[in-house]
């Protein structure tokens, strides 16, 4: 993988003021690690366990795997097209088809604004109901206007939110690991199930079904294709800060999978709904579960947050194309910040708390991302007949083919339920997308 040379954004000189660059090097590493971290590993090590046992460290590093195959095309084409709307301005330069670069935008704003929902409800429900007793889509929708109103205020501040919310959510996972090795350290655990399979799964099907669960743990990095215009030197700084947080989160979720398993049997941890708290509690170390119900609270808010970002970055550089209506690429002066896009996909999550529950909202979720991925790994191939004239980064060939081939076999393991879902949230872009084009006729 090699640095090439890369055009300039083709909106210089446009009237419209421009974002700012306010996110350095450090600042997007930790961006997209607190973006990664999220909530699942959280939730997830048990489900992982029941899979293959005690063996959580081999499931996951699969999916490190897998992630880090489309984190190479987006790293590729987010340094060669520096410009917010990440997926849909790769698939507009790919297919010169307006219809699919619409709808692969779409489904990534689509998963963002469901993604944002359904973390809102996940904050206002059991977590926040340990501290304080509050209607969950109240919560929710109390939660999701102070994650605008920080939005808005500026991309710097937020980031700098993000930043305390990964160091905490961090520290947590970090004391799981630390618990656990004062444990093993006082003669207790055991360290012989961190390599003992579940004694009826056969093996390599045990791992390549967990790995689809710890797959999910990984996403999150795409978010980061969308406040490009808002990095210092991003074809030098995106690849370091992009391939760096997947490792650290890797590692981490290596070595929180593998305390677990040596803490508390494969058994227990695939019954708990909160896994890393039996782990603390298991080792009998004394951190109150008041903490850890905290910190997994501050993990939800800052996935939930990122996740915002994402979505009105992405709706405004949609709006800047003509993808959408050119209201969404209005920026808020002083603060260079996309207010119309902020106000509407902060409004469609707050309506979408009300529709439906979080597993429901996150299945929804992963499926339309992993359409997003396919389109992205084809696209770094089509693009390569295009030369440009600024450094960027080039991944080896066989990286993006293989990326959409992972993406094809993941799609295979959804269920019908989950693709009529997403059909039906594609058929409503359909239908916008011709409702815009009728109506710029109209205007004409």
């Excluded at 997994?296 to 990122?306: E, H, I, P, S």
């Excluded at 509407?344 to 299945?363: K, P, R």
Aim: overall charge positive.
């Amino acid at each position: 993988m090699t640095l090439q040379n890369a055009s300039t954004d083709p909106r210089e000189g446009a009237t419209q003021p421009a974002l700012k660059r306010n996110i350095s090097g450090k600042m997007l590493y930790l961006f997209i690690l607190g973006d990664v971290l999220g909530a699942g590993i959280y939730a997830l090590v048990g489900q992982i366990s029941g899979e293959v046992g005690g063996v959580t460290w081999v499931p996951m590093l699969v999916a490190l795997g897998l992630a880090l195959l489309t984190a190479a095309s987006y790293a590729e084409l987010v340094t060669k097209y520096p410009q917010a709307g990440g997926s849909a301005v790769f698939a507009e330069r790919a297919y010169k088809k307006p219809l699919i670069a619409f709808l692969v935008g779409f489904c990534m704003l689509a998963a963002g604004v469901v993604s944002a929902a359904g973390l809102a409800l996940a904050f206002a429900g059991d977590y926040l109901g340990t501290f304080i007793d509050i209607p969950p889509v109240l919560g929710a929708v109390l939660f999701l206007a102070a994650a605008g109103l920080l939005n808005a205020r500026g991309i710097k501040e937020s980031v700098r939110a993000n930043l305390v919310m990964t160091v905490i959510e961090t520290t947590g996972l970090v004391l799981v690991v630390v618990a656990v090795a004062v444990m093993f350290s006082g003669g207790g655990g055991d360290l012989s199930r961190a390599v003992t399979f579940e004694s009826t799964a056969n093996p390599v099907i045990a791992v390549f079904g967990a790995a689809l669960l710890a797959y999910y743990s990984f996403v999150g990095f795409e978010t980061s294709a969308n406040v490009i215009e808002e990095v210092k030197n991003p074809s030098r700084v995106y690849p370091k800060a992009l391939f760096g947080a997947l490792a650290t989160a890797g590692i981490l979720y290596l070595l929180v999978g593998t305390a677990a398993s040596v803490a508390v049997p494969a058994a227990d941890l695939k019954e708990s709904t909160g896994p890393l708290l039996t782990v603390i509690q298991a080792t009998g170390v004394g951190i109150p579960a008041w903490l850890f119900s905290l910190i997994a609270l501050v993990a939800v808010a800052n996935g939930a947050l990122l996740t915002m970002i994402m979505s009105s970055r992405l709706a405004y550089g949609m709006g800047a194309q003509g993808l959408l209506p050119s209201v969404f690429a209005k920026v808020l002066p002083g603060r260079g910040t996309p207010w119309v896009a902020i106000v509407i996909t902060t409004a469609l999550a707050m309506v979408l708390t009300a529709t439906g529950s979080i597993a429901t909202l996150a299945e929804t979720v992963v499926l339309l991302l992993l359409l997003v991925f396919l389109s992205t790994n084809i696209a770094v191939l089509v693009l390569r007949r295009e030369k440009v004239e600024h450094e960027h980064f080039r991944a080896w060939s066989v990286l993006p083919i293989l990326g959409a081939l992972s993406c094809l076999v993941l799609l295979t393991q959804q269920s019908g339920e989950v693709w009529l879902r997403s059909g039906i949230i594609v058929a409503v872009g359909c239908l916008l997308y011709a409702a815009t084009k009728l109506g710029r006729r109209a205007r004409s």
